[in-house]
């Protein structure tokens, strides 16, 4: 098999480059990265030193680029992980969105069709389906609602996806995924941005009442829901991949579990103010994947923040090198006196 990986020296990109080259290891892989302020080349460095992988700095809007790729291999499979994925990037400016999340992906499902790609996968979220209240979970079937530019974007490039396998009878597939956590997340995220802050002794702000319940899912669990949609999952169809019931938590209260992992005191936390139209709850119903591909989380949330607690206090020198670029000014332009 051989497969293109866009997105790969991000977050979940880059487990699934790691958990790929594990669990197939006879999988030709090419791993396609813009490196904007969010790929880290250095999360798959192993790999390409090694020549497990071949890496490919290419930007996914840039149509000759995608053309003269698809164009020298032939590839069977697309994993579509590449987009600007942060919410409040997207409130601050929402051009960018656009461009990566929509017409990068356009471009790229085309050239993937042109060429002969067998199966396209695209990678998506939850947020496309909007914000539920007390009860209910999200399902394949709910009506697409975004609130923020992101999530918005996401979900045109969700449609323009599901357009081109109904219209062409292509083989692609969306799929819908709650928050990730674990190693090489992006600091900027709740998770790793109190984590790091906490050990820095920094404030950990807090947006709104800390009320706002996200529903939780080890990255490696997402990569096997990956996988098993990749390899036997319906063309045309969504898939939805996210947290157990036990794992749908209210910040405050994943605060409060990070604190107590550090032994760090809860003044630390710093009340401040709300994101705007800041989605209040998101819960997933996964029993589609979980009936057709035997997929479910299992990792279960306090054993999957000790392990990701333990992996940012052992690579250290990996957020301290993340966290002075890019990041320490967004963050102080736009946070720190919001
Ligand atoms: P990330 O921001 O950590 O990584 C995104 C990667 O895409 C980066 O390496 C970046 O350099 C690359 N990229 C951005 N623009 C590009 C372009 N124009 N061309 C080529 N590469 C480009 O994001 P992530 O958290 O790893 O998310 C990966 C995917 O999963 C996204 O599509 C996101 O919408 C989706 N998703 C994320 C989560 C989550 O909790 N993080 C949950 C559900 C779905
Ligand atoms: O400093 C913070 N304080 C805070 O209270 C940050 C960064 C976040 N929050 C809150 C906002 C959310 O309710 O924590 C929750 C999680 O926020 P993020 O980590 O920014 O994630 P979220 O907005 O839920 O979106 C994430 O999950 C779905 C990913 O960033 C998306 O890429 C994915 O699609």
């Given at each position: 098999m051989?497969?293109?990986?866009?997105?790969?020296?991000?977050f979940i990109g880059s487990n699934l480059t790691h958990y790929l080259c594990a669990e197939r290891p006879q999988w030709k892989i090419t791993a396609l990265d813009a490196l904007?302020?969010?790929?880290?080349?250095?999360?798959?460095?192993?790999?390409?030193?090694?020549?497990?992988?071949?890496f490919v700095r290419s930007d996914i809007v840039d149509q000759v680029g995608v053309e003269a790729l698809f164009a020298s291999e032939r590839f069977d499979l697309v994993l579509h992980l590449a987009a600007e994925s942060h919410v409040d990037r997207s409130i601050h400016g929402a051009d960018v969105f656009?461009?990566?999340?929509?017409?990068?992906?356009?471009?790229?499902?085309?050239?993937?069709?042109?060429?002969?790609?067998?199966?396209?996968?695209?990678?998506s979220t939850d947020e496309v389906y909007g914000s539920l209240g007390p009860t209910g979970r999200f399902v394949e079937s709910t009506p697409l609602d975004p609130t923020s530019p992101y999530a918005a974007s996401k979900a045109a490039s969700d449609l323009m996806v599901l357009a081109c396998a109904k219209t062409h009878k292509y083989e692609a597939i969306v799929t819908r995924c709650t928050n990730n956590y674990g190693?090489?997340?992006?600091?900027?995220?709740?998770?790793?941005?109190?984590?790091?802050?906490?050990?820095?002794?920094?404030?950990?702000?807090?947006?709104?009442?800390?009320?706002?319940?996200?529903?939780?899912?080890?990255?490696?669990?997402?990569?096997?829901?990956?996988l098993a949609v990749a390899e036997r999952g319906r063309a045309g169809e969504v898939y939805?991949?996210?947290?157990?019931?036990?794992?749908?938590?209210?910040?405050?209260?994943?605060?409060?579990?990070i604190l107590k992992l550090l032994g760090k005191n809860s003044d630390l936390i710093e009340k401040v103010a709300d994101r705007p139209a800041h989605d209040r709850r998101y819960a997933i119903d996964y029993s589609k994947i979980n009936k057709e591909l035997g997929w479910k989380p299992r990792t279960?949330?306090?054993?999957?923040?000790?392990?990701?607690?333990?992996?940012?206090?052992?690579?250290?020198?990996?957020w301290e090198r993340v966290k002075s670029g890019d990041?320490?000014?967004?963050?102080?332009?736009?946070?720190r006196n919001r």
């Open positions: 051989n497969v293109l990986i866009t997105g790969a020296a991000g904007t302020y969010a790929g880290n080349l250095e999360n798959i460095s192993a790999l390409v030193d090694s020549k497990k992988i071949r656009v461009r990566t999340n929509v017409l990068g992906t356009q471009n790229l499902l085309s050239a993937a069709r042109g060429h002969g790609v067998k199966r396209f996968v695209h990678i190693p090489y997340q992006f600091p900027e995220k709740l998770i790793p941005l109190f984590i790091t802050n906490a050990l820095e002794n920094k404030k950990l702000p807090l947006y709104g009442d800390g009320m706002n319940v996200r529903s939780w899912l080890y990255v490696t669990d997402h990569c096997d829901a990956l939805n991949i996210g947290g157990a019931a036990e794992a749908e938590i209210p910040n405050r209260d994943v605060t409060f579990t279960p949330f306090p054993d999957g923040m000790q392990k990701t607690v333990d992996w940012y206090l052992a690579n250290r020198g990996w990041y320490a000014t967004f963050y102080e332009k736009n946070y």
